[in-house]
Nanobody, 116 residues
Framework: QLQLVESGGGLVQPGGSLTLSCAASGFTLEYYAIGWFRQAPGKEREGVACIHGTGGGTDYADSVSGRFTISRDNAKYMTYLQMNSLKPEDTAVYYC?????????WGQGTQVTVSS
């Protein structure tokens, strides 16, 4: 059974850093893209970063480019989102996502709160 489980969220001061983790199971991670999304209260879910399967190329939303880094460890079935220079507007629930056979799979989310 395919499963994604996020961890690593928490409360951090503006300018601080956090690393989110996404543990994958039930499929061969290296062949599939993994995306990180976020949803703030009252807002739509938005894409933050994506790492592709074969080749491992990355894409970032303009709002996080230069501050966030997505990476993966296929042997450990893990994907990471390193977040630096965090801003209050980064506050949201963060989700990891993959798509297999035209179906989207989501984790349960992890809360990130940026506040002094």
């Amino acid at each position: 059974q395919l499963q994604l489980v996020e961890s690593g969220g928490g409360l951090v001061q503006p300018g601080g850093s956090l690393t989110l983790s996404c543990a994958a199971s039930g499929f061969t991670l290296e062949y599939y893209a993994i995306g990180w999304f976020r949803q703030a209260p009252g807002k739509e879910r938005e894409g933050v970063a994506c790492i592709h399967g074969t080749g491992g190329g990355t894409d970032y939303a303009d709002s996080v480019s230069g501050r966030f880094t997505i990476s993966r460890d296929n042997a450990k079935y893990m994907t990471y989102l390193q977040m630096n220079s965090l801003k209050p507007e980064d506050t949201a629930v963060y989700y990891c996502n993959t798509k297999l056979a035209l179906r989207d799979y989501w984790g349960q989310g992890t809360q990130v709160t940026v506040s002094s």
